[in-house]
C-alpha cells in the first residue's frame, strides 16, 4: 500500500512565522496536492503538482507555496503565518490524472 | 470551489440499517470518487465510479452515476458502527484534479 507521511500531526506555530509542512510518499506517484480543510467548507485545494520541480496553484493558494525538489517530497510553506490559516492540512498523492487519491494522516495547525 | 454538494449534511441511523447520502455537481465530470474520514484523520478512497458507469458495487458500497441530472448517491447497507464517519464525493476535472464537497457526517448507533 502506498504510505503518505505527514511530518507532523499537530502543530502550534505564531503568527509571522514561517512554516513548513512536509508530506512524503513511499512510491512512485506523480501527482501530489495539498488541500486545507474547515468545518462546512470541505477541502479546498492549496496547490498540487504532476512532475518533479513542477507546481500548479489551486483554487486558494494566496498565502502559500511550495516545493518540489525531490519526485516523493512536496512541502507546503507558509510565508508568514497568519491566524486564518489555522487549519486541517491534508496531503495527497495519485499515481495518474483521474486517480483516486491517497491521503495522509493531515496536520492540524493552529496559528496564534 | 466546491463542485460536489452532498446531501444529507448530516445523518444518524442504527446498526443493521441502510444509509443512503447523495452528491450533486455542476460540470461535467471525467469521474466522480466517494471518500470516508474518520474523525481527524486523513481520507480514504473508497469508490470510483467513471462517467459512463452507472452503478458500481464494492462490498457493503453501492453507487450510482447520472449524469443526465449531474448526481450520485452512496448506499452503505446493513450499516456498523464502524461506519460511523464523515463521507465525501469528489468529481475530476479535465486536468484530473478532485473538487471535494462539504461532506455528510454518518453516525451509526449500537
Known amino acids: 500500500d502506498v504510505k503518505v507521511t505527514q511530518s507532523s500531526r499537530y502543530l502550534v506555530k505564531r503568527t509571522g512565522e514561517k512554516v513548513f509542512l512536509e508530506c512524503v510518499q513511499d512510491?512512485?506517484?506523480?501527482?501530489m496536492f495539498w488541500y486545507r480543510q474547515d468545518p462546512g467548507l470541505g477541502l479546498r485545494l492549496i496547490y498540487f503538482?504532476?512532475?518533479?520541480?513542477?507546481?500548479e496553484k489551486g483554487d486558494i493558494p494566496e498565502g502559500y507555496s511550495v516545493s518540489r525538489e525531490k519526485k516523493e517530497r512536496f512541502s507546503l510553506i507558509l510565508e508568514s503565518a497568519s491566524t486564518n490559516q489555522t487549519s486541517m492540512y491534508l496531503c495527497?498523492?495519485?499515481?495518474?490524472?483521474?486517480?483516486?487519491?491517497?491521503f495522509g494522516s493531515g496536520t492540524r495547525l493552529t496559528v496564534v | 470551489s466546491q463542485q460536489g454538494e452532498e446531501d444529507p449534511q448530516a445523518l444518524s441511523i442504527q446498526e443493521g440499517e441502510n444509509a443512503t447520502m447523495n452528491c450533486s455537481y455542476k460540470?461535467?465530470?471525467?469521474?466522480l470518487q466517494w471518500y470516508r474520514q474518520n474523525s481527524g484523520r486523513g481520507l480514504v478512497h473508497l469508490i470510483l465510479?467513471?462517467?459512463?458507469?452507472r452503478e458500481k458495487h464494492s462490498g457493503r458500497l453501492r453507487v450510482t452515476l447520472d449524469t443526465s441530472k449531474k448526481s450520485s448517491s452512496l448506499l452503505i447497507t446493513a450499516s456498523r458502527a464502524a461506519d460511523t464517519a464523515s463521507y465525501f464525493c469528489a468529481t475530476a476535472d479535465s486536468w484530473g484534479k478532485l473538487q471535494f464537497g462539504a461532506g455528510t457526517q454518518v453516525v451509526v448507533t449500537p
Open positions: 512510491m512512485d506517484h506523480e501527482n
Open positions: 465510479i467513471r462517467s459512463n458507469e
Open positions: 503538482s504532476y512532475d518533479v520541480k513542477m507546481k
Open positions: 495527497a498523492t495519485s499515481p495518474e490524472a483521474w486517480d483516486g487519491y491517497t
Open positions: 460540470t461535467s465530470i471525467n469521474n
